[in-house]
């Protein structure tokens, strides 16, 4: 089942895009999203579940791990993921990997019996 809009009504993408600051956010959100899709070759399948983007500010596109060791191995790759982001005329002059668990979901507090 469609779900209707009332008349007058704009998505979410619409309304970012209509506000200066916020559709500035919103174009580097999709650029980090394209430079992601485009590193994905280089990284792989299994490197790959344990990074995601993060912020790109100023030419500098941020690539986010989940842990040490994860973000070990992807600065070793940098080299060949700018290449390709060079290659596909992404707007990044640099990247750099940090370290960012993801949080696990709050427990419900239960004990397993």
Same mark, same amino acid.
């Given at each position: 089942?469609?779900? !209707? $809009?009332?008349?007058?009504?704009?998505?979410?993408?619409?309304?970012?895009?209509?506000?200066? $600051?916020?559709? +500035?956010?919103l174009? !580097?959100?999709? $650029?980090?999203?394209?430079?992601?899709? /485009? +590193?994905?070759?280089?990284?792989?399948?299994?490197?790959?579940?344990?990074l995601?983007?993060g912020?790109?500010?100023?030419?500098?596109?941020v690539?986010?791990?989940?842990?040490?060791?994860?973000?070990? %191995? /992807?600065?070793?790759?940098?080299?060949?993921?700018?290449?390709?982001?060079?290659?596909r005329?992404?707007?990044?002059?640099?990247? %750099?990997?940090?370290?960012?668990?993801?949080? +696990?979901?709050?427990?419900?507090?239960? !004990?397993?019996?």
């Open positions: 089942m469609a779900r !209707s $809009t009332p008349p007058g009504t704009r998505s979410l993408a619409e309304a970012l895009q209509g506000h200066e $600051t916020l559709g +500035a956010l174009g !580097s959100w999709r $650029t980090a999203q394209e430079c992601m899709q /485009a +590193a994905r070759p280089v990284i792989g399948a299994g490197l790959g579940t344990l995601r983007p912020p790109l500010e100023n030419g500098c596109w690539l986010l791990a989940d842990s040490g060791p994860a973000a070990s %191995k /992807a600065r070793q790759l940098l080299p060949r993921i700018a290449a390709e982001l060079q290659q005329g992404l707007p990044v002059s640099e990247v %750099k990997v940090r370290v960012s668990p993801r949080h +696990a979901a709050p427990s419900s507090g239960r !004990s397993a019996a």
